[in-house]
């Protein structure tokens, strides 16, 4: 017997609270439906509260912890993207997301969740190989991000490290 649209989303909601990530693809198959069903499904999850952030590869269900979080603000090249992401996840951080400030838009926001090499991989992957541009691009490199990470003195060494090779804005 097939779930009303109601139960599927209960469902989908029970699926991303339960995983640390699951894509929109992985629960359409699940449901038998098409990704943009999901993609929907999620939408409306999300404006009826529920804390479910899209990350690059997925989605998680915003967790309440216990970590520290710090801003960074950065300007480089787009060759120099996977030093920048590279450098921030191995000193055990997580770029949560990318913010530019444009003359139209105001600030733009894209959350992005990369907290291991898989996630930069897959990441970079999309953007060399796709019909994309980073959002940097339109703000001559210069962007800010939200960090994770275990405690204020590694924001201060993931800050320091990004300064060390030139990958922070300085006016």
Do not use: W
Request: negative net charge; charged residues 25%.
């Amino acid at each position: 017997m097939k779930k009303s649209n109601v139960q599927r989303r209960a469902s989908v909601r029970d699926d991303v609270l339960n995983s640390d990530l699951i894509s929109a693809t992985t629960l359409a198959k699940k449901y038998g439906v098409s990704r943009q069903t999901i993609v929907g499904d999620i939408a409306l999850l999300r404006a009826k509260g529920e804390p479910i952030i899209a990350t690059v590869s997925g989605y998680k269900y915003q967790k309440k912890e216990a970590r520290y979080h710090g801003l960074l603000a950065c300007q480089h090249s787009i060759e120099e993207t996977r030093l920048e992401l590279e450098t921030v996840v191995s000193m055990g951080g997580e770029i949560e997301d990318v913010i530019v400030d444009h003359s139209l838009y105001g600030q733009i926001v894209g959350t992005l969740g990369i907290s291991t090499l898989h996630d930069i991989n897959d990441f970079m992957s999309r953007a060399e190989n796709g019909n994309h541009q980073l959002l940097s691009s339109l703000t001559q490199g210069i962007h800010l991000h939200n960090i994770a990470c275990n405690s204020e003195a590694d924001f201060f060494e993931i800050k320091k490290r990004l300064s060390n090779l030139g990958l922070l804005y300085l006016d």
